[in-house]
């Protein structure tokens, strides 16, 4: 190492943490209820960010609706409506009172009036890709430290790609 250059630990946590709490003041339950709405309403934001969407970013019911609606669009290849989330809700969950509780929930998100969708469309794109490049950058940092230099690249730029627009080929149709 060159004499005077100065090298710190970087600790990961540390630098994603800093904008964790300030995002946690900005996604609370009636951001994720609208969040969910303009999700399962427009189709280019859900095209959007269906790709760096977590679930565990969420809280408790907003994140079983969301692994609802993955688990519909992987198993039938398509996004769903309210009535479908609400078929699978009443399949998929067995305990009664939880049941009532999730389709109430979904009904909630249905009603939720979202005057401007573009602060949460923003907010929510920010997020998703910075908690994805966090997560490139935890996976980056074993990679280095098993001295695979060479597998570094791969995990920053899928991060780098992820919520980007997905029509960026060839339009044969014009």
Same mark, same amino acid.
């Given at each position: 190492?060159?004499?005077?250059?100065?090298?710190?630990?970087?600790?990961?946590?540390?630098?994603?943490?800093?904008?964790?709490?300030?995002?946690?003041? @900005? /996604? !609370?339950?009636?951001?994720?209820?609208? =969040?969910? %709405?303009?999700?399962? +309403?427009? &189709?280019?934001?859900?095209?959007? @960010? /269906? !790709?760096?969407?977590?679930?565990?970013? =969420?809280? %408790?019911?907003?994140? +079983?609706? &969301?692994?609802?609606?993955?688990?519909?669009?992987?198993?039938?290849?398509?996004?769903?409506?309210?009535?479908?989330?609400?078929?699978?809700?009443?399949?998929?969950?067995?305990?009664?009172?939880?049941?009532?509780?999730?389709?109430?929930?979904?009904?909630?998100?249905?009603?939720?009036?979202?005057?401007?969708?573009?602060?949460?469309?923003?907010?929510?794109?920010?997020?998703?890709?910075?908690?994805?490049?966090?997560?490139?950058?935890?996976?980056?940092?074993?990679?280095?430290?098993?001295?695979?230099?060479?597998?570094?690249?791969?995990?920053?730029?899928?991060?780098?790609?992820?919520?980007?627009?997905?029509?960026?080929?060839?339009?044969?149709?014009?």
């Amino acid at each position: 190492m060159a004499e005077g250059s100065k090298t710190e630990e970087i600790n990961i946590g540390d630098l994603v943490s800093i904008d964790e709490n300030r995002v946690r003041e @900005i /996604f !609370d339950d009636n951001y994720q209820n609208k =969040f969910i %709405k303009v999700f399962m +309403e427009n &189709v280019e934001f859900y095209e959007q @960010i /269906f !790709d760096i969407i977590v679930p565990e970013y =969420f809280g %408790k019911y907003q994140k +079983e609706i &969301v692994d609802k609606i993955i688990k519909y669009v992987t198993t039938n290849n398509g996004r769903p409506d309210y009535e479908d989330l609400k078929r699978q809700i009443k399949i998929d969950t067995k305990v009664e009172k939880h049941k009532e509780f999730l389709l109430h929930a979904l009904e909630k998100i249905r009603e939720t009036e979202v005057r401007t969708e573009k602060p949460i469309v923003d907010t929510a794109y920010l997020y998703f890709k910075k908690k994805a490049l966090a997560n490139a950058l935890y996976e980056c940092a074993q990679k280095w430290s098993n001295d695979d230099f060479d597998g570094i690249v791969a995990p920053i730029n899928e991060a780098m790609k992820a919520g980007e627009s997905k029509d960026s080929g060839l339009d044969y149709n014009e």
